[in-house]
C-alpha cells in the first residue's frame, strides 16, 4: 500500500494541507450556487479549479484536495448526466489535480525544500450529497451497509483515476466512518484519511465521543491519519488533545474560518474566529497535530501562512516521527 503521509513524515516535520476549493472559487468570482454544484465549474470551467490548486502548490501545500467533495454518481444522475458522464466527472477532478501538481513539479525552482505534493481524493460524506448541511449533523437514518453502497461507485472511481490517497472528510458519525473504513478492505491497496466534523470540544457532529471514533478506527491499516476538518478553530486544541490520548497515527486537522454554514441560504454567516489563520495553526502543531491546513473561507493567503512556520520548523523537534516510524 502507497502511504504519501508516512513518506513526507519521516523527512519533514509537518504536512501542509490545501485551504477551501468550494468558498475560493466563490471568492474568485465563480458560480457555485445552482443545480450541480461545484459539478458545473468542472465540467464547463474546469482551468479554474487546476488554476486553484495551482495556486494552493505554489502557496506551500503539500497536497491537494479534489473536487469531488459533493460530486456522487447518484447525485450526479440525479440532475441529468447519465452514469458514463458522472463517473467521468468524478475521475476528472483528481485528473485535474493530478495536471496541476505535475505542471507545478515539472519546474524545478519549485522543489526547493520540499517533498512532491499528492493527490487526495475527497470522499464527502453522504450529508454533502442531501446538500442540506447535515454534514454537521448525522443522524442519516442509513445503516452501515446503506452508506457503503452509496460510496463504493465514487471510491473506485476515484482510486482508479489514480488518487494516492482517499479524503473521506468532514464525516458527521461513527457509522459513517465504520461504513468507509469497511469499504476500504474492499480496495486493499489505498491509503485513507478519516476526518470529522466536530460540534464541540469533545464531540463529533452527531454527538459521539471524538476520542470513540478514533479509537475505532485504530486498528485499520489503510486509514494513515485520522483527524478533524471544517469545524470552528476553537475546538481543535482540544480535539487533538482528545485524539492523541487514543492513537498512535498521525493527527489532522483543516478547520473552516470559524464561519458558521446556513444551508438554508447557501451562504457563510458571523465572523472567522482569528485575525490570522495561519499563525494560529502554530498551536494546533503544538498540540500535536502533524498535517494542519483549512477548510471552507480559508485562502491560499492562509496555507503560505502555515507553510512559512512548517517549514521552518526544526526537524528532530517534530511531534510527528515517532507515530510514523
Ligand atoms: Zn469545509
Redesign the pocket.
Known sequence: MNNPISSILNRYPAIVIDG?L??ELERRGYDLKNELWSAKILLEQPEAIEQLHYDYFKSGADCAITASYQATIEGFTKRGLNEKEAFDLIQKSVKLAIQARDEFWSDETNRVGRPKPFVAASVGPYGAFLADGSEYRGNYGLNEKELMDFHRPRMKALIEAGADLLAC??IPSLVEAWAMAKLLKEFPDTAAWISFSARDEKHVSEGQAFADCVRDLESNAQIVSIGI??TSPKYIPSLIREAKQVTDKPILV?P?SGET?DAENNDWNGSPVFESFGEEAKEWYNAGACLIGG???TTPEDIQAIAGWARKTRVGAKPCLASTN
Open positions: 477551501a468550494a468558498t472528510e468532514t476538518n471544517c483543516y473552516n454554514y477548510c471552507c473561507r
